[in-house]
């Protein structure tokens, strides 16, 4: 049996939500199929409980941000970071699936792998525990913002959940690398 749980929008900030429990998988994945033409409608599946969700402005604009500097760097230092914006992941032998706000590949990314950064804003409450999704999917870096304090916190997956991170350990190998690479051009350290 399927039990809907609405939640009431409060704020232009807020997120509208609604929430079904007792979700089969093939009923997740016919609906996130359905729905790929409707931009902006973000699905998180976990363990039968799926979560639709419509994102705000704010939501929106600060993704949008993030993921423009973070695109600008990379290009700047020339590493090659490849954007897969909200591409869905989903794996049914553990029963989650969510679509990043923006993720992130060091290279190319192979088929049914996973990103190396997901990115997350985080203006409302969502029902779904998303880092417990992300940790089933094994996506080895969750970077959260939220408005509240305005800094991106690095969550890092060791042995199963994330811990907090001062830096990205994911871009932090991949800089040393570069600078190895290229060590003819004088570069300046970022403090990823």
């Given at each position: ?20 429990q007792g979700v089969p998988w ?82 190319k990314l192979e088929e049914d792998?996973?990103?190396d950064i997901a990115i997350e ?72």
């Amino acid at each position: 049996m399927v039990a809907a749980l609405p939640l009431v929008q409060e704020s232009r900030n807020d997120e509208p939500r609604f929430v079904l429990q007792g979700v089969p998988w093939w009923t997740y994945v016919a609906l996130r199929d359905a729905l790929d033409d409707h931009a902006g409608l973000k699905l998180t599946y976990l363990e039968g409980t799926l979560e639709l969700m419509s994102p705000s402005l704010l939501h929106e604009d600060a993704k949008k941000i993030i993921a423009r500097l973070l695109e600008a760097w990379a290009t700047e230092i020339d590493l090659d970071l490849r954007g897969f914006g909200s591409t869905t992941f989903r794996r049914e032998a553990r029963q989650r699936g969510l679509e990043p706000d923006e993720c992130y590949k060091l290279g190319k990314l192979e088929e049914d792998a996973v990103p190396d950064i997901a990115i997350e804003v985080v203006v409302s409450s969502s029902a779904v525990d998303k880092m417990a999704v992300y940790a089933g999917l094994g996506v080895p870096e969750v970077w959260v913002w939220q408005p509240s304090t305005g800094a991106i916190v690095v969550n890092r997956l060791v042995e199963g959940a994330y811990q907090r991170r001062e830096r990205s350990e994911v871009l932090r190998r991949s800089i040393s690398l570069s600078w190895r690479s290229s060590s003819s051009q004088e570069r300046a350290r970022p403090s990823w």
